[in-house]
């Protein structure tokens, strides 16, 4: 039973130095245990991803690293530091820009105004001004969209403005929650170019996915989460051509139709 | 135009504007952290007697410390009573501040007492303005003036300040702001501050045109305020702008046109209207964004 | 045919029975001025008891208590006073009604059944509206009731005091009422009704799911709370023998509703502990303000009066702020060992 609660790294990735450290965390509501001693780390200008199913709990692992959900056990350290209990407000001002699932553009506010929010933690105005313009020539759809309320644009163009909002306050590692979903095809290529363009620039990444091919395509490192815990993590190396990894990866793609439940019994025997 | 229907006009408006400052005041507030404050009523209160102990003293320095007292008044009630709460669920939040409201007025009460004491912030005022014909007040003028002019000082600070930009932000979804960055404890202090000035500007003119302060004093105006927030569209601050305006014309043109014996019970068609409005348009007539209940 | 089970399923109503009675039996041993406080006070919890009905189950705010008070209150006056009394008073009466002369038990039914019924006229839309928007529709509808019976002169004598009710409230009448809203209050709890109701106070969006009606729910418990409200206000009127209808406004409704949250909302035990709790410190604090002699010095220490005021109001705020879930803390009251009555109900605490 426990054998398979416990992370089996099977990679080889650089993990002298990790950016972010996740140590046996767990998290409860209620009766409900979403998540059961789980250990993640990211390294610096690494990609990570983590997959699994819907109620896998990686939204809920997600809210603990950005401060939103409060752990019921463990640590999370970011540079070596412990980051668990402080105010919202610190995450991002510790190096940490977290896109929520569901994008939550401003609405109301212009696609600029959401732009400049974006670096409320900064204080270099004349750098801020260059980091819009560069944003804005990167997704020219957002310039002519300036001054519009972002509420009016489309899903995909939200999901560019999230990211460059986030990407505003120079963050050290960026977390995207779910940053494909309900967005067609071309537009996810979109997103995960950008992604990689992103970590060429020196920022971590940390992206959660349903979608797991396309997770494990972009990411140096996949954790395999279901049922609360990880089941399985390695390099793409390592997970690509491992025999567990295909039946938990393939388990995984059936199981956004069919329910987690059986995938995962078999996976245990 | 009749001298009759400027008399009325000006009246609607002076009297609109109040309320329009006043539920800008609650609005401020709730859309940030979805509180209605019931102590604004003593926002009001208590910079008006502020006024009444330095009464004799020029109007400039009288008002100039109204406004400190309600800022520094705001201030410490968010910190004290209002913090601590904040997590907790909104009803819990309105039932204390109905307790603040009660303390301050009860603590009023002890040190002035309960009787009504005269007070005329602006006494250069009293005189009417002729325009032709037409006699009207120079206070409702002013009145009409200076709502015009805050109005459109909180716009501005609104759209072209940073922290205008902040409290935006903050009003339509609290959380995702808090995760840019934007300081939860600053935006809502901002608030307050700003709920505290308009309030001691409402201080000011109010009783300029009552003529007397009591420690009931703030307490009308925020019930009014607070139906023209609800009509308005909570959490709106436009709406609640709107409302005011909306609720002092109509309050002015039912006085002024409903038949006499029905005049006593205009406020009655008032509430009856917030509770019409909630009915059809749960959400006010300009509802605002993103307006969840906080989790 | 009572059971084992049966008994301990009555333990609540019954200590908070006895409650009361221990009270009374203890004031009709002091002195004129204690009897009438404690009279007072009783009245006090039915009105309290008939906001719990209502605000207690659903966990929708509600300021229209001393509403459907004032109209009980009026309601009864009108049926009871001597018809010498109206004419005195109230001259511009429909005929009909300056000639009635009810017995006080009948003026005391339709005290009230005329706020149960307005309750169940306006409630059916207000009763879809929760969280702010109820509190605003509900301070509404006091603000009506307010405005409606302050102005309507021919009525309700409009600003002037209202004099010459048959004053037949005494301590064990109060007492009788206060027993009779508390057995009614705990007798509705254990329906099924209340317990849908309680479940949609704790997750309305499941509640509704689950085929809860939970308008038609509310419904109940609004208008059984306002025939007990209007109740407190029959008893209220005919212990002072005048009526003002600023006793209706918002005062007693700041104080009805600090005196459940200070109990605890959430249940039966807190609205009965919230009243006595806040009773005896306005008592108290009414003592430090006669003055207080201190012993073997002949000194009397007084507090300055309107500082109870303050003390009340700073230590509703205290509570609200150190304990939001009140002294009872949604518990009913029960036996020492044996299992706490509300451990039936979910006792998620979601909502903070």
Known sequence: MTAHIGTADIGTADRSAPLLEVEAVSVRYGAVTALTAVDLAVGPGEIVAVVGPNGAGKSSLMGVIAGIVAPAAGRVRFRGEDILGQPLERTVRRGIAFVPEGRHVLSGLTVLENLVLGATVRADRAAVAADIDFFLDLFPVLRERRDQPAGRLSGGEQQMLVIARALMSRPALLILDEPSLGLAPRITDRVYETVAEVRGRGVSILVVEQNAARALKAADRTYVLNGGAVRLSGTREALAGHPRFEVAYFGLADAEHEGAGGQEGQEGK | ?295 | ?352
Not at chain 2, 132 to 154: D, F
Request: hydrophobic share 60%; aromatic share 8%.
């Open chain 2, 1 to 295: 135009m009749t001298a009759n229907a400027i008399q009325i006009l000006v009246d609607a408006l002076s009297v609109g504007g109040l309320y329009a400052l006043t539920s800008l005041g609650i609005g401020l507030i709730f859309s940030v952290m979805r509180l209605a404050n019931f102590a604004h009523a003593e926002f009001v209160t208590v910079p008006a007697y502020v006024m009444f102990a330095l009464s004799g003293h020029p109007a400039l320095m009288s008002i100039g410390a109204a406004v400190l007292t309600a800022v520094a008044l705001a201030l410490a009630v968010e910190r004290i009573a209002f913090r601590p709460l904040r997590r907790v669920d909104p009803a819990a939040m309105l039932v204390a501040s109905f307790a603040v409201s009660m303390l301050l007025q009860k603590l009023l009460v002890f040190a002035v007492g309960s009787r009504i004491v005269p007070l005329d912030p602006l006494p250069m005022l009293g005189e009417a303005i002729r325009f032709g014909g037409v006699q009207v007040s120079a206070l409702k003028l002013v009145t009409i003036l200076a709502c015009v002019v805050l109005l459109a000082a909180l716009t501005w600070f609104l759209r072209r300040t940073r922290f205008g930009l902040e409290m935006r932000a903050a009003a339509e979804n609290f959380t995702m702001s808090r995760l840019l960055g934007v300081r939860a404890n600053r935006v809502i202090a901002i608030a307050f501050a700003l709920s505290g000035v308009l309030a001691a500007v409402v201080a000011v003119l109010f009783s300029a045109q009552t003529g007397f302060v009591q420690p009931r004093l703030g307490v009308q105006l925020v019930i009014v305020g607070f139906v023209a927030t609800v009509i308005g569209g909570l959490g709106s601050l436009f709406g609640a702008a709107v409302g005011g305006l909306a609720v002092g014309a109509a309050a002015t043109l039912l006085q002024a046109f409903l038949p006499p014996e029905l005049r006593p019970f205009r406020e009655a068609f008032l509430f009856a209207a917030v509770i019409l409005v909630l009915l059809v348009r749960p959400q006010g007539l300009f509802p605002a964004r993103g307006l969840k209940e906080r989790v």
């Open chain 3, 1 to 352: 045919m009572i059971d084992a089970g049966t008994v301990r399923r009555l333990v609540p109503l019954l200590l908070l029975v006895g409650l009361v009675l221990a009270a009374t039996l203890l004031a009709g041993t002091a002195g004129i001025v204690v009897q009438r406080r404690v009279t007072l006070g009783l009245i006090n919890l039915v009105a309290v008891v008939s906001l719990y009905v209502f605000m207690g189950n659903s966990g929708v705010l509600n300021f229209s208590t001393v509403g459907f008070m004032a109209i009980g209150a009026y309601s009864s006056a009108l049926l009871t006073m001597s018809p010498a009394a109206k004419a005195t008073f109230l001259p511009d009466l429909p005929a009909w009604l300056a000639a009635a002369q009810l017995h006080p038990a009948a003026g005391a039914l339709a005290g009230g059944m005329v706020p149960a019924a307005v309750a169940l006229a306006v409630g059916p839309p207000i009763m879809r509206l929760s969280g702010i928007a109820a509190g605003m529709a509900t301070l509404s509808l006091m603000f009506i009731a307010y405005i409606v019976l302050g102005n309507w002169t021919s009525l309700t004598g409009g600003q002037q005091s209202l004099m010459g009710l048959p004053i037949y409230v005494g301590l064990w009448t109060a007492t009788g009422g206060a027993i009779f809203a508390v057995a009614v209050a705990f007798a509705y709890q254990e329906t099924r009704w209340a317990i849908a109701l309680r479940a949609s106070r704790e997750d309305e969006v499941a509640a509704r799911a689950t085929g809860v009606g939970v308008v038609r729910q509310r419904l109940v418990a609004f208008v059984l709370g306002a025939f007990l409200a209007g109740i407190a206000g029959v008893l209220f009127a005919h212990f002072l023998g005048t009526l003002r209808v600023e006793s209706f406004y918002l005062d007693p409704a700041f104080l009805f509703i600090a005196m459940l949250v200070v109990g605890g909302a959430r249940s039966l035990t807190g609205a009965v502990a919230g009243v006595a709790a806040i009773s005896v410190l306005t008592e108290l604090l009414r003592l430090t303000e006669i003055g207080v002699p201190l012993p073997a010095t002949g000194i009397v220490v007084a507090t300055p009066p309107g500082l109870g005021d303050v003390a009340l109001a700073a230590a509703m705020l205290l509570i609200i702020l150190f304990r939001p879930q009140g002294i009872a803390g949604g518990r009913e009251i029960a036996l020492p060992g044996r299992p706490k009555a509300a451990g039936r109900l979910p006792r998620t605490r979601s909502s903070r």
